[in-house]
Structure formats: structure tokens, C-alpha cells
């Protein structure tokens, strides 16, 4: 199983930019659907964008947010840009086996997790 590890959290301003990254450790990341994922307080854990051999998007980041892959460190990055305050939230990132496109966004298509990074977007 593919370990994952969260960086690049913290506190900004309304309409600024934080550039998350998921390393992953124990086996190669390109193999993997990558998602990220978000949970907010009270709230359940949504998906955020996804990667394999495409690239998958929430309506609510879509155009504000880019997920690439990086293979040869191993790492997936979150670009997040134009950030506001309800993408305050601890941000996962997720690896999982090939899945139909259809079923990226579902947590439970997902075997191994990051402990997460906080992000949060003052207004």
C-alpha cells in the first residue's frame, strides 16, 4: 500500500494562492488515481479535483484549481488560486486503483490516505 504524505497548508487571505502537495512513499504514485479531497468543520469530506490519465474537477474549484502529477518525485500537487473563504478546510490526499471516471469523486474508491493539511482562507 502507497503511504501519502500532505504539505503546503496554512493561513492566507481571501484571493490568494497556496500550492498543496501529496508525497507518496512504499510505491510509485503513477500507477494510482490520486484525489484530493476536502473537510470542512460539520461537514462531510467532498472531493476536490482528481488525477489519472485525465483530470477531474468539483464545480465549486473548477477554474480556480489545477492537480498535476509529478512522477519522477513521486508527488501530486493541488494549485489552489482566487481562494476564499469556504475552501477553509483540511485538504487529503487519496490514492486508489483505476477506476471508472465516474467513480473518482467517492471516497470509498480509495485505499490509502494522508493525515491531511490545513487550509485556511481568511476573509
Known amino acids: 500500500q502507497v503511504q501519502l504524505v500532505e504539505s503546503g497548508g496554512g493561513l492566507v487571505q481571501a484571493g490568494g494562492s497556496l500550492r498543496l502537495s501529496c508525497a507518496a512513499s512504499g510505491r510509485t504514485i503513477s500507477s494510482y488515481i490520486v484525489g484530493w479531497f476536502r473537510q470542512a468543520p460539520g461537514k462531510e469530506r467532498e472531493f476536490v479535483a482528481g488525477?489519472?490519465?485525465?483530470?477531474y474537477y468539483a464545480e465549486s474549484v473548477k477554474g480556480r484549481v489545477t492537480i498535476s502529477r509529478d512522477n519522477a518525485k513521486n508527488t501530486v500537487a493541488l494549485q489552489m488560486n482566487s481562494l476564499k473563504a469556504e475552501d477553509t478546510a483540511v485538504y487529503y490526499c487519496?490514492?486508489?486503483?483505476?477506476?471508472?471516471?465516474?467513480?473518482?469523486?467517492?471516497?470509498?474508491?480509495?485505499?490509502?490516505w494522508g493525515q491531511g493539511t490545513q487550509v485556511t482562507v481568511s476573509s
Open positions: 488525477i489519472g490519465r485525465s483530470t
Open positions: 487519496a490514492a486508489g486503483s483505476p477506476m471508472p471516471s465516474a467513480r473518482v469523486r467517492y471516497t470509498d474508491q480509495y485505499d490509502s
